[in-house]
């Protein structure tokens, strides 16, 4: 498979290496908007900069490349991404996190709230840790955690970043030298706590799954999630 990387930062840089292990061709690696020729890949994947990955996504759908895009924080358009892959008969994932351990921790945190939500003493709050060059807050992992909550749970209706309010999930981002993502679930009562967490321990596990999508959607047209690729929950 011939491989676009748009963005080639730490992300770009550790999906190369597992690319080529699995026997893949990296055939446009940058971390500019243009300069490049898009129908070269059979597929692209996008770990560039917030105010970047909407305009990536959309050359790739509207010139027919299949794309997986990583990319937190451009989520205002998503919608228009979608809209965009419908009206091209394109190919899409965006998923906040891509590595397999998170994907089984989303499910894991539903089943929690779903529990939880019986239960009015507890109180749930969010916490996430990443490394300091980190452009946005609260990391988009956090943003699913919170919206799977709020899926389940019928006390809480949105989340806020470092704010306490009623029927509100909060997040408190923390940012630390070297740590490539950690999110903790708590819930808080009188008597006791409940916490769950997932650790990244290197950045090859979210690699990993960009590499596993890319080969997934290769002869597929929609919009898809990392659910339909790794068939869980
Ligand atoms: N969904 C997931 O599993 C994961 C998502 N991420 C997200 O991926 C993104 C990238 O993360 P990192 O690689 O750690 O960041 P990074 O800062 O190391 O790399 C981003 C790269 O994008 C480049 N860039 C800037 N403008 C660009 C453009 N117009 N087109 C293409 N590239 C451009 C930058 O020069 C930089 O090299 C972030 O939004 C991060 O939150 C990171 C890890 C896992
Ligand atoms: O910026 C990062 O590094 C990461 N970003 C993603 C996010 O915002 O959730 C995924 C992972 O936690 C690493």
Known sequence: MKI??????????TIEKIALERGH?????????????????????????????FFNIAKCLKLG?????????????YEHAIKLCKENNGAFIYASNFSLGVNIFFELNKHLAKMMSQLKQYHVSIEEIHHTEKLDAPSGTAITLAEGIISQHDEYNKWLLNQNKKQT???????I???????????KSNTDTINITHTAHTREGFALGAVVA???ILGKTGVFSMKDVLNIG
């Open 4 to 13: 676009a990387l748009l963005g080639y930062g730490k992300m770009g840089q």
């Open 25 to 53: 061709e990296i055939v446009i690696k940058t971390n500019e908007e243009e300069g490049y020729d898009i129908n070269q890949a059979d597929v692209a994947i996008d770990f560039s900069v917030p105010k970047a990955a």
């Open 65 to 77: 490349v299949p794309v997986i895009s990583g990319t937190t924080g451009w989520l205002d358009n």
């Open 169 to 175: 999930i909060p997040i408190t981002a923390k940012r």
């Open 177 to 187: 030298a070297n740590v490539p993502g950690t999110h903790s679930i708590e819930y």
């Open 214 to 216: 890319a080969e997934w």
